[in-house]
């Protein structure tokens, strides 16, 4: 039975006709922009999003763009993806259809020959910079510079949108370009549950097939992952969606026409959502290698390992991380850590496991181990960097 009609809709990158409770947020985003889509040329608008991850930033930002007429054309750059100065500009200059140099010129040089061409190709143009807390303050000052270079451009031609998580990232800039870049917060809070029904009953209606669920299922999903008043580590459409559609795919796969409870259970499992990932970024490099070490462990198959296990794998790991082990008794302090933040359960061994003497069993009861082991080695990869 075919659950899942329009695949497509469930793409990350898939930009719906309407944004439901985005609508606040869409409308002060056009008013920051409004003049210079009016009459472009005319001044430097700048504009800062902020949000939590899933809070519809990205939708939100590719939606105004997609509604931009010519002469205004819109270019979006993740900064996850494109992290350094050229790859960035790289990546502009393919979507606003102009040739830089690819090699041979340093940052100062490139720039001058990218508003060069903006003049020369008389464009105009609104500059999304996504994600931008991945970016060195030095970078990011660059392009807000960029926009008052009326000189070289002959007219205000850039507009600019930078999005994060938190405003931090504009303490971190220089005096004068924080100067440049203003305050224009337009921010995204956390959706509550009902909106995430909202959210998901938009796309279910859009890509499921009719009676192959009840909105008992949607409500299900929201609770799980919508943000109560004041909640701030929940509220991710992303994380909703993502488990409506494991679900669906999973009943699909079953060979049934209805998605049932069961398979919401089993999708939410799979996508993390018992620790929060801020939680996991939060932990010290060793209290992540310890985990990654008790992951790694419990994947032979036992439903716990002891401590003596564990700190076997953590030598192992340290080896394949370049890093110098740490302390026995260090590591205790953060079996406790990752233990009081309920990432993991710890219990003293009992008579009759076929244990000798008294020793410490360390178990995972919620997450699904493999999520949680590309989760953590990703980071610990990161912050080795
Ligand atoms: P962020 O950029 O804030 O991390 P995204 O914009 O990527 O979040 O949104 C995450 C997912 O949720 C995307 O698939 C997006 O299409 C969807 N989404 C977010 N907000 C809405 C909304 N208001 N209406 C419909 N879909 C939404
Ligand atoms: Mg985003």
């Not at 209290?287 to 076997?312: N, S």
């Given at each position: 039975?075919?659950?899942?009609?329009?695949?497509?809709?469930?793409?990350?990158?898939?930009?719906?006709?309407?944004?439901?409770?985005?609508?606040?947020?869409?409308?002060?985003?056009?008013?920051?922009?409004r003049?210079?889509?009016?009459?472009?040329?005319?001044f430097?608008?700048?504009?800062?999003?902020?949000?939590?991850?899933?809070s519809?930033?990205?939708?939100?930002?590719?939606?105004?763009?997609?509604?931009?007429?010519p002469?205004?054309?819109?270019?979006?750059?993740?900064?996850?993806?494109?992290?350094?100065f050229?790859?960035?500009?790289?990546?502009?200059?393919?979507?606003?259809?102009?040739?830089?140099?690819?090699?041979?010129?340093?940052?100062?040089?490139l720039?001058?020959?990218?508003?060069?061409?903006?003049?020369?190709?008389?464009?105009?143009?609104?500059?999304a910079?996504?994600?931008?807390?991945?970016?060195?303050?030095?970078?990011?000052?660059?392009?807000?510079?960029?926009?008052?270079?009326?000189?070289?451009?002959?007219a205000?031609?850039?507009?600019?949108?930078l999005?994060?998580?938190?405003?931090?990232?504009?303490?971190?800039?220089?005096?004068?370009?924080?100067?440049?870049?203003?305050?224009?917060?337009?921010?995204?809070?956390?959706?509550?549950?009902?909106?995430?029904?909202?959210?998901?009953?938009?796309?279910?209606?859009?890509?499921?097939?009719?009676?192959?669920?009840?909105?008992?299922?949607?409500?299900?999903?929201?609770?799980?992952?919508?943000?109560?008043?004041?909640?701030?580590?929940?509220?991710?459409?992303?994380?909703?969606?993502?488990?409506?559609?494991?679900?669906?795919?999973?009943?699909?796969?079953?060979?049934?026409?209805?998605?049932?409870?069961?398979?919401?259970?089993?999708?939410?499992?799979?996508?993390?959502?018992?620790?929060?990932?801020?939680?996991?970024?939060?932990?010290?490099?060793?209290?992540?290698?310890?985990?990654?070490?008790i992951?790694?462990?419990?994947?032979?198959?036992?439903?716990?390992?002891?401590?003596?296990?564990?700190?076997?794998?953590?030598?192992?790991?340290?080896?394949?991380?370049?890093?110098?082990?740490?302390?026995?008794?260090?590591?205790?302090?953060?079996?406790?850590?990752?233990?009081?933040?309920?990432?993991?359960?710890?219990?003293?061994?009992?008579?009759?496991?076929?244990?000798?003497?008294?020793?410490?069993?360390?178990?995972i009861?919620?997450?699904?181990?493999?999520?949680?082991?590309?989760?953590?080695?990703?980071?610990?990869?990161?912050?080795?960097?």
């Amino acid at each position: 039975m075919k659950i899942i009609l329009r695949e497509e809709v469930f793409n990350p990158d898939y930009v719906p006709p309407s944004l439901p409770h985005r609508e606040e947020q869409m409308r002060q985003l056009l008013a920051y922009m409004r003049n210079f889509i009016e009459s472009p040329g005319s001044f430097y608008p700048r504009v800062v999003l902020v949000g939590r991850q899933g809070s519809g930033k990205t939708v939100t930002l590719r939606s105004f763009g997609k509604s931009l007429k010519p002469p205004v054309k819109f270019a979006h750059v993740s900064c996850f993806t494109n992290r350094t100065f050229t790859t960035i500009i790289y990546s502009l200059a393919q979507q606003l259809g102009i040739a830089v140099p690819k090699r041979g010129l340093g940052r100062d040089e490139l720039v001058n020959v990218f508003l060069d061409q903006i003049k020369e190709k008389d464009i105009y143009a609104i500059i999304a910079l996504d994600d931008v807390f991945n970016l060195t303050p030095d970078i990011i000052s660059v392009f807000i510079r960029m926009g008052l270079e009326t000189d070289k451009m002959g007219a205000h031609r850039i507009g600019l949108a930078l999005v994060s998580h938190t405003p931090d990232f504009i303490d971190a800039l220089d005096p004068s370009t924080r100067g440049i870049l203003g305050k224009p917060l337009v921010r995204f809070p956390p959706y509550t549950k009902e909106q995430i029904f909202d959210i998901l009953k938009q796309r279910a209606e859009m890509a499921l097939a009719r009676g192959s669920y009840d909105e008992e299922i949607l409500y299900m999903i929201a609770d799980i992952t919508g943000a109560e008043e004041g909640q701030n580590n929940r509220g991710d459409a992303r994380l909703a969606l993502d488990i409506l559609y494991r679900a669906a795919n999973g009943a699909e796969e079953e060979g049934l026409s209805r998605i049932t409870a069961e398979h919401v259970r089993r999708a939410s499992k799979e996508v993390l959502v018992g620790v929060s990932s801020d939680v996991l970024q939060g932990l010290p490099l060793h209290a992540k290698l310890l985990l990654l070490a008790i992951v790694r462990a419990l994947k032979r198959g036992k439903p716990y390992v002891t401590f003596g296990e564990v700190e076997d794998m953590y030598k192992i790991l340290c080896e394949e991380f370049g890093q110098r082990p740490r302390a026995h008794s260090q590591l205790w302090t953060y079996l406790n850590e990752l233990k009081s933040k309920g990432i993991v359960e710890t219990r003293p061994n009992k008579r009759g496991e076929g244990l000798r003497g008294r020793t410490t069993l360390i178990s995972i009861g919620t997450e699904p181990l493999d999520a949680l082991e590309r989760t953590i080695s990703a980071m610990a990869m990161n912050e080795l960097r």
